[in-house]
């Protein structure tokens, strides 16, 4: 029989959700944001940390629930702001028009009820 192995599923869950949002943040750091920032002012800046330094919290395992938070908020604002015509739609391939921003929103909100696990670079904070 397989046992359960909480820890490494979290683990799992923290590389797909922070390593693959980071490269969004990757890319925003090499391309600009001025698309953003002629939208949203000032707080188009704030890009920076939801896609890129909480990602890479996550990733690490440093203060995972905090940074769950920001990529959380993040991906809401993502479907607010640039996504909000495609709430109810469905993609030309049958999915959900807005899936890969909730897979990140839903992976973000487990994380931060579940934590960081062992397998992480802090582990004894509450935000971990």
Not at 29 to 55: C, K, N, Q
Not at 56 to 81: D, E, H, M, Q, W
Request: net charge neutral.
């Amino acid at each position: 029989m397989i046992s359960k192995n909480t820890d490494l599923g979290l683990l799992v869950l923290r590389i797909s959700t922070g390593g693959l949002m980071l490269f969004h943040g990757i890319a925003k750091i090499l391309h600009g944001i001025s698309f953003l920032v002629d939208t949203m002012g000032a707080f188009g800046y704030a890009v920076y940390i939801g896609e890129f330094l909480a990602p890479l919290a996550i990733l690490l395992g440093f203060r995972t629930r905090i940074a769950s938070v920001f990529l959380a908020i993040t991906c809401i604002v993502a479907v607010a702001v640039a996504h909000s015509a495609d709430i109810f739609s469905i993609s030309e391939h049958g999915g959900y028009a807005n899936e890969l921003l909730m897979l990140y929103l839903f992976g973000s909100i487990a994380l931060f009820f579940t934590g960081a696990g062992k397998f992480a670079v802090s582990k004894n904070n509450q935000w971990d």
